[in-house]
T-cell receptor
Framework: QKEVEQDPGPLSVPEGAIVSLNCTYSNSAFQYFMWYRQYSRKGPELLMYTYSSGNKEDGRFTAQVDKSSKYISLFIRDSQPSDSATYLCAMSGGNTGNQFYFGTGTSLTVIP | SAVISQKPSRDICQRGTSLTIQCQVDSQVTMMFWYRQQPGQSLTLIATANQGSEATYESGFVIDKFPISRPNLTFSTLTVSNMSPEDSSIYLC???????????FGQGTRLTVV
């Protein structure tokens, strides 16, 4: 079983739609949860960072962590064509030393 | 956030040759990380580079194939040696704001081996 599972998509939505991206994980010791956005031919860019369970909102983006279910989500409201990218989840902390564990990424296209 | 400059951004290399990738950070950091990103796969950690000591390699990666230098607290290089087409990938340099939190990445080096 992989440490982190993420649906690779691709996901295609119309402009203005609400997008839901999800990851599940197996290691209950993870404490830090991150979402990265990666445009084509660019490095991953940190989008959201959450410690432990709960919600965090930043503009049109909301990150949710449910540690009891080992499930994290990223919601994008009023999606824009500029949101078209690959989104990667990442986790670290607990008994993992300094290592990060990444999902494979979900490719998102927002159609104007 | 940290500003990370990585070069070259891309290269096409002949098999059997070596390529050195450079990573420059705008602030001093204790640890720098090198990742490989292959299509359809998650980022894979190659090694952790500490200044003044040998890099620590993850399972499946060896120093002879991926030698790393870390001459100071803002710079590191990764060399991909004796390349084969299987080494074609994106290589990424990364730093962390604090241990285990908020990793930041360079723009990546897209390597194609022919």
């Amino acid at each position: 079983q992989k440490e982190v599972e993420q649906d690779p998509g691709p996901l295609s939505v119309p402009e203005g739609a609400i997008v839901s991206l999800n990851c599940t994980y197996s290691n209950s010791a993870f404490q830090y949860f991150m979402w990265y956005r990666q445009y084509s031919r660019k490095g991953p860019e940190l989008l959201m960072y959450t410690y432990s369970s709960g919600n965090k909102e930043d503009g049109r983006f909301t990150a949710q962590v449910d540690k009891s279910s080992k499930y994290i989500s990223l919601f994008i409201r009023d999606s824009q064509p500029s949101d078209s990218a690959t989104y990667l989840c990442a986790m670290s902390g607990g008994n993992t030393g300094n290592q990060f564990y990444f999902g494979t990424g979900t490719s998102l296209t927002v159609i104007p | 956030s940290a500003v990370i400059s990585q070069k070259p951004s891309r290269d096409i290399c002949q098999r059997g040759t070596s390529l050195t990738i450079q990573c420059q950070v705008d602030s001093q950091v204790t640890m720098m990380f090198w990742y490989r990103q292959q299509p359809g796969q998650s980022l894979t950690l190659i090694a952790t580079a500490n200044q003044g000591s040998e890099a620590t390699y993850e399972s499946g990666f060896v120093i002879d194939k991926f030698p790393i230098s870390r001459p100071n607290l803002t710079f590191s290089t990764l060399t991909v040696s004796n390349m084969s087409p299987e080494d074609s990938s994106i290589y990424l340099c990364s730093v962390e704001r604090q241990l285990n939190t908020e990793a930041f990445f360079g723009q990546g080096t897209r390597l194609t081996v022919v």
